[in-house]
């Protein structure tokens, strides 16, 4: 009975071995011919009844022409010992999932050895092993790269031509900022000049006042005695202060009047250190607190450049010098101020010892929008104005710097080659020009700068005070002798400009005799008039000195 059994199960196994091998060979006329790669991969199993490992038992001629490339001839050959790597263990993995669950499975997967070919593998429960087919998917691969790539390319192209927009949008978003800051700068200027033209008024009456009332209490005290003098201290102590606030307020107007004509493009003689201390004086806020301030100004003539536009380059100058400085050692840091004469060029140096500059900085530092600030604190176009500035000067501007030994800026200047012919007179050279009686007419339509300059002048010249041009021009054409003139330049009824132009026709000899007061307060038509008349020009507040030597100079009055 065992021995029936035993050739009975034989005989089944021999026939199941049978059966296969007929499906195999029934799958292989299939096959043979496709397009595409077919192979069947029969199970290893070891003792266990595992699997161990996939055995090649079929392949098609398209299957062998692929598979060659990578790995040789296959059939008969065991997939583990073929492909030892970690992803063909992973493959071997999901082979043996797809003959355990009976599930078939797609992969898509690129040769190695052969970069630009893509397979899509399909994987089918063969019996005891796997259907592998596989089709070449290249082209369409290709396809899609290329439609990626262009996808890439355009979403790129679409973020920098946004990154574009929005750093052309932040442009012009600074450049709306700067336009708003020049219009509300021009505005303050205008209010400047306005303020500062109304302030000049009182404030030349004032200083003035000040002036005849201390002069006359030092000589009240000489010739009352010590005892009057010692009551008279703390009224003269009193006066003086007023005085120096006076003189204060008086800086504070001439400042605002020089950025008031911070637009003017006009150039002429300046005092390069008279530029550098207004300069100084708007900078010290930024300066105490990281280092001093430290002058060597050499002697040195006027320059030819604009008064407003280069006392703007020497600020933004101290102020990069200041902010290169970090704060709390300021008894170790220094902002250096030196000027020299080179030839017919003046030479202004801006010096500090602050973190220097390195190589790649201090090349780029002029160009438009660079800054190493941090955003939001700088728009990089501070020192790029100033090379401009510069230049329209007809000078230079050049930088030296090394890391951690500060930088020099250095401007270079033509000498200016014509004389001031609106600066103050000097005064007079001998007591006998000093004592001489001379007859003064004062024009100016505010009551008390007349009244002030009759005290300066009333106790030794005659003085003829009148508060309108036309009222002027009705004393000159009766009486001309009068040996100066002090006129208004803006008046309300008729201006010292129009007053001008009615005396050249009627008393031209007279006119050699005037001075032009101004409180700043200038018209373009102001402005050309007094370029094209060589006559001296004073600016309110005065010093009581000033007006008093312009009286002594004056020639003798004629004859009448």
């Known amino acids: ?116 070919m893509w397979l ?95 002069e006359q209490l030092s000589v009240a005290a000489r010739e009352l005695g010590p005892t009057v003098a010692e009551r008279l201290k703390d009224t003269v102590h009193a006066l ?13 107007v001439k400042d605002l009047r020089t950025l008031a004509r911070a637009d003017e493009t006009r150039l002429g003689p300046v005092d390069v250190h008279a530029a550098l201390e207004f300069s100084v004086s708007l900078a010290m806020p930024h300066l105490r607190h990281r280092a001093q301030v430290e002058r060597r100004y050499g002697v040195v003539p006027p320059v030819r450049a604009n008064e407003a536009k280069l006392g703007q380059v020497f600020l933004n100058l101290l102020v990069n010098a200041a902010q290169a400085i970090p704060e709390g050692d300021v008894t170790r840091h220094r902002v250096s101020l030196v000027t020299r004469r080179e030839g017919e060029r003046v030479v202004v140096e801006v010096r500090d010892t602050g973190v220097g500059m390195t190589p790649e900085v201090l090349a780029r ?40 030994r500060g930088s020099t800026f250095r ?4 000498v200016s080659e014509v004389l001031d012919v609106m600066a103050v007179p000097t005064p007079a050279r001998t007591m006998a020009d000093v004592q001489a009686r001379k007859r003064v007419l004062i024009i100016d339509d505010e009551p008390g700068i007349g009244s002030v300059m009759r005290r300066i002048l009333g106790r030794v010249h005659e003085v003829v005070v009148v508060q309108s041009g036309r009222e002027a021009l009705a004393v000159l054409e009766k009486d001309d002798g009068f040996d100066r003139v002090f006129c208004d330049l803006m008046m309300a009824d008729l201006t010292g400009m129009d007053l001008y132009a009615r005396l050249v026709e009627t008393r031209p000899e007279c006119l050699s005799r005037f001075v032009y007061m101004t409180g700043g307060g200038f018209t373009d038509r102001a402005r050309d008039f007094l370029k094209q008349v060589s006559a001296p020009r004073i600016d309110k507040p005065f010093e009581a000195e000033v007006i008093r030597a312009l009286v002594a100079q004056a020639p003798p009055r004629r004859a009448t």
């Open 240 to 252: 003086e202060d007023a005085r120096r606030g006076a003189e204060r307020i008086r800086t504070i």
């Open 120 to 214: 899509r593998i399909t994987l089918t429960r063969f019996q005891d092993g796997v259907l592998v087919r596989f089709q070449d998917i290249s082209p369409s691969k290709r396809s899609e790269r290329e439609r990626d790539t262009l996808l890439v390319q355009e979403v790129t192209g679409r973020l920098e031509a946004e990154a574009l927009a929005r750093e052309r949008a932040g442009e012009l978003n600074a450049a709306r900022e700067r336009l708003v800051q020049t219009e509300r700068l021009s505005v303050a200027g205008q209010l400047a000049a306005g303020v500062g033209h109304e302030i000049n008024n009182p404030l030349a009456f004032v200083t003035g006042n000040l002036h005849v009332a201390l």
């Open 1 to 116: 009975m065992s021995a029936v059994t035993q050739v009975s199960h034989s005989s089944t196994a021999a026939t199941s071995e049978n059966h296969g091998d007929a499906l195999l060979s029934a799958l292989a006329e299939v096959e043979r011919a496709s397009p595409d790669g077919s192979l069947v991969l029969r199970v290893v199993r070891d003792a266990a009844g595992a699997i161990a490992d996939f055995e090649c038992v079929f392949i098609n001629a398209a299957g062998e022409q692929v598979t060659r490339r990578v790995a040789g001839p296959l059939l008969g050959r065991r997939m583990l010992e073929v492909f030892p790597t970690e992803k063909a263990r992973q493959h071997f993995a999901m082979y043996r999932q797809v003959v355990e669950s009976g599930q078939p499975c797609v992969l898509e997967v690129m040769l190695p050895e052969d970069e630009g």
């Open 365 to 404: 530092i002029f160009e438009p929008f660079f800054t190493t600030k941090d955003q939001g604190e700088g728009t990089g176009l501070g020192l790029s104005i100033c090379l401009g500035i510069i230049h329209s000067m007809e000078g230079e501007l050049k930088a030296e710097s090394e890391p951690g």
């Open 411 to 414: 401007v270079v200047l033509p």
